[in-house]
C-alpha cells in the first residue's frame, strides 16, 4: 500500500530550502588533464594554454560536461543534510522504494577557467506523479543544482530527474 507524498514533498518545494556545498578544490589544470583523460576528450582548448588563449580564454578551460564534478564529495566528507535527501525518504517511507535516474540536464554560462572555486546550491525543484511506467506506479522528482563561481555568479546548472516507484507485478526483482 503507497502513501501520496505530494503534500510533504511539495512543502519542501515551497519552502526552497538549498543544499549549499563549497568546492574543496578550485579549478586546476591536472583535474582538467585527469577529466580529459577519463573522458577520452582531447580538445586543446581544455589542455593546451596557447591554443586557449588564441581561442579567447585568459587560460586552458574545463569541459563543460564536467561541471559537476567540482564539487562532488568524498565518501568521508560530513554529510550535509538536505530538503533532497527528505524528499527521497519521503518517497521511500510512503512505498517507492526503487530509484532509477531518468535524465540530467546541464545548461552552461560561461566555461570555467583555472581559479575557480565553485558553490553548489542543490534544492528540489518539481514532483510529478503518480505515473504509472513500465517499471510500477511512481513519482518523478528534479532537482536543480545552480553552480556559482567565487564572485557568486552563475556558472551554470543541472538538472536531475529520477523516477522512485513501486515494482509492478512481475517486476519485484531488485534493481538497486
Known amino acids: 500500500m503507497s502513501v501520496d507524498p505530494s503534500l510533504e514533498i511539495n512543502e519542501l518545494i515551497s519552502a526552497s530550502h538549498e543544499r549549499v556545498s563549497i568546492a574543496r578544490d578550485p579549478v586546476n ?7 580529459c583523460d577519463a573522458m577520452g576528450d582531447a580538445n586543446p582548448i581544455y589542455l593546451d594554454p596557447e591554443v586557449a588563449r588564441n581561442a579567447g580564454h585568459s587560460d586552458v ?12 564529495t568524498n565518501p568521508s ?48 525543484e518539481s514532483l510529478k506523479g503518480p505515473k504509472q511506467t513500465g517499471l510500477g506506479e511512481g513519482y518523478f522528482i528534479t532537482t536543480l543544482t545552480e553552480y556559482k563561481d567565487q564572485n557568486d555568479q552563475l556558472v551554470g546548472t543541472m538538472r536531475f530527474r529520477t523516477l522512485w516507484y513501486t515494482p509492478a507485478v512481475g517486476q519485484e526483482q531488485d534493481n538497486d
Open 29 to 35: 589544470r591536472p583535474m582538467i588533464h585527469h577529466l
Open 61 to 72: 578551460v574545463a569541459p563543460p560536461a564536467a561541471l559537476q564534478v567540482w564539487n562532488m
Open 77 to 124: 566528507d560530513p554529510e550535509i543534510s538536505s530538503d533532497v535527501d527528505r524528499a527521497y525518504g519521503i518517497l521511500e517511507a510512503s512505498g517507492y522504494p526503487k530509484v532509477v535516474a531518468v535524465n540530467s540536464e546541464q545548461e552552461y554560462e560561461r566555461h570555467l577557467v583555472p581559479g575557480d572555486v565553485l558553490t553548489a546550491y542543490e534544492k528540489v
